[in-house]
């Protein structure tokens, strides 16, 4: 997840032109990677409306 997080979300080149939403939407593929049950600091609620799992319904 780390190497995924750095590479991905915080090495945001300066031509890459991502919308909030956008940047939201890769946070939420990243975190993903995770087991749901590590998601401890994120309320359920956020995690059933937007984690991959549950948006793919």
């Known amino acids: 997840f780390a190497a995924?997080?750095?590479d991905r979300f915080v090495r945001q080149s300066k031509d890459e032109d991502r919308t909030?939403?956008?940047t939201l939407d890769l946070g939420w593929e990243?975190?993903?990677a995770l087991p749901v049950d590590a998601l401890t600091k994120i309320?359920?609620?956020f995690?059933?409306?937007y984690h991959p799992m549950n948006?793919?319904?």
């Open 47 to 49: 995690i059933e409306k």
């Open 4 to 6: 995924a997080f750095e």
């Open 20 to 22: 909030i939403q956008q």
């Open 43 to 45: 309320d359920r609620k």
């Open 55 to 57: 948006r793919k319904k």
């Open 30 to 32: 990243l975190l993903s």
